[in-house]
């Protein structure tokens, strides 16, 4: 709602009129038209004093209501300043919180993706020792069978030496083995 500013007083010429007497300057500068009061009867002079007297407290009724109105006004602008700057000082904390908002979802991104990088190379690491313990145990397995070749080999040569050194023995008399 736009105030306009009020134009000069209304009321300060008749404020200003009646400061004099209407006796007086009726009867000083009286123009043709204009009836004198001085010869008018009592009752004519108090219905003009009346009416004057009712004009006089109308222009104070309307002067008090324009202190009113403008006194009225200068608080309602008071408050409009008052919830502007309060207004200003919310913007300014919502930009703020905003802004440590997006900087706090930002370091939880950023800690977010290191930690999904580290549990990719974790899982890597994971694989690559399960495929390694995997590869162990297939050697093992085929050490094991070797070692179990190996020793089935020596017992058939053992068995073959005792057989050979039995038989040699048993085609020579003077040999005797100790079995």
């Excluded at 408050?79 to 904390?93: S, Y």
């Amino acid at each position: 709602m736009k105030v306009l500013p009020m134009l000069q007083e209304p009321t300060n010429g008749l404020r200003g009129d009646m400061g004099e007497d209407p006796a007086c300057s009726a009867a000083a500068e009286a123009p043709a038209n204009v009836v004198s009061l001085d010869g008018a009867t009592p009752g004519a002079r108090s219905r003009g004093t009346t009416t004057l007297e009712l004009i006089h407290r109308a222009a104070e009724a309307i002067g008090d209501i324009e202190k009113r109105a403008n006194e009225t006004e200068e608080r309602a602008k008071s408050l409009v300043r008052g919830a502007i700057e309060r207004l200003h000082a919310a913007e300014g904390r919502i930009e703020a919180a905003e802004k440590a908002q997006r900087q706090v979802i930002d370091e939880t991104a950023a800690r977010l993706h290191e930690a999904v990088e580290t549990l990719k190379r974790a899982e890597a690491q994971i694989a690559a020792a399960e495929a390694e313990a995997v590869a162990m145990e297939r050697r093992a397995q085929a050490a094991e069978a070797r070692t179990l070749e190996a020793e089935t080999a020596l017992r058939n040569i053992e068995h073959a030496i005792r057989t050979k050194l039995l038989r040699e023995a048993a085609s020579s008399p003077s040999v005797r083995v100790a079995a």
